[in-house]
Every structure is written in C-alpha cells, then in structure tokens.
C-alpha cells in the first residue's frame, strides 16, 4: 500500500512538473479533497504537498500561488464540509462511513466540544480530526464567520506551511549545497 501511494505521489509530481500550468488546479483540487469530511482518509495531501513543495522549490516555481492555491482548497473543502454539517445534523452518523465507525464522530465532537475555534485550527494539522471536525462544527451550528475565521486562519496556516515550508527549505538546501 505505502509503495503503491509513493508511486502516485511521484507520478502526480512529475506530471506537475512537466505541466505546470495544471499545477494551481491540481493543488486546489488535492487540498480540497483532502479537507473534505471523510476525504481526508483518501487523499494523502500532506505527504503530497511536502513532496511537491521540495519539487516546486528545486525546480525554482513561484511556490506563493501555490501555496495560496493549497490554502484555499483547503478553506473551501472545510467549508462544504461545515455545510454537510449544518444540513444533515446529527443524522450525518446515519450514512457511510460514519455508520461504521461512530467513535470517530463522537471523539470529533468531544474534541470541539472542549476547544471549540482552536478545535478548528488544531483540526486542520491533525489527520483523523481534519476528517471531522468542519462537520462537527456545522452539526453543532457554530457561527458562521466565527468558523470561517478560524477556516481561513487555519488553511493558510496549513497550506503554506506544508508546500511554502516544504519549498523553501528545499531551495535553501539546495543554496546552501551549491546545487
């Protein structure tokens, strides 16, 4: 399975590299789904975007579009989630994958319950909550805007930290070894 995913980052990187004008959309399209309830399990984004902010920042790609790209996939893909959230309420725990696995609904709930918007921002760095969290914070209907700006603050956090850090230090790396 890690030998299989490797060799889909890989792939999805190199194309990247060799198409870049499919690279913003391709960011967006990876974060969003990445940030989207139960997505998040699918798509391994974070070892996506450290791998490609390495590429991007050897191969000298302007990594701030990029990372603004991850960041609002991100933000969008927490926001639909929210939305699920609000819509479905407490009977989002009646449908797939969530009716099989009910503690993972309940451990999102008990981990908003005691942070609330920090829950939020903690959940975007944190696999198993970026699942669930935006969906538990609809389900419990907090504020709008006080969930979009924890969203916000938290997606750019995320987003420029895994592919601006990952790209940066790459190219300082690469500075510093002559490369």
Request: proline share 4%.
């Amino acid at each position: 399975m890690t030998a299989q995913l490797d060799l889909w980052i890989q792939t999805l990187v190199e194309f990247m590299r060799t198409n870049q004008q499919w690279a913003l959309p391709i960011v967006f399209f990876v974060a969003f789904a990445e940030c989207v309830a139960i997505f998040s399990w699918l798509v391994p984004a974070t070892l996506f975007f450290t791998a490609f902010g390495a590429v991007a920042g050897a191969s000298g790609l302007d990594l701030i579009p990029l990372s603004f790209a991850a960041s609002l996939g991100a933000a969008f893909g927490f926001w639909l989630s929210y939305w699920v959230g609000l819509l479905l309420g407490p009977r989002v725990d009646d449908y797939w994958p969530l009716r099989d696995n009910p503690n993972l609904l309940r451990k999102g709930h008990d981990f908003f319950e005691k942070w609330g918007f920090l829950g939020i921002i903690i959940g975007h760095f944190v696999g198993p909550l970026r699942a669930v969290i935006a969906l538990v914070a609809g389900i419990v209907q907090m504020p709008f805007w006080l969930f979009q700006l924890a969203n916000f603050v938290a997606s750019f956090a995320w987003g420029f930290g895994l592919l601006y850090g990952a790209g940066r230090a790459t190219e300082m790396m690469m500075q510093f070894t002559g490369k």
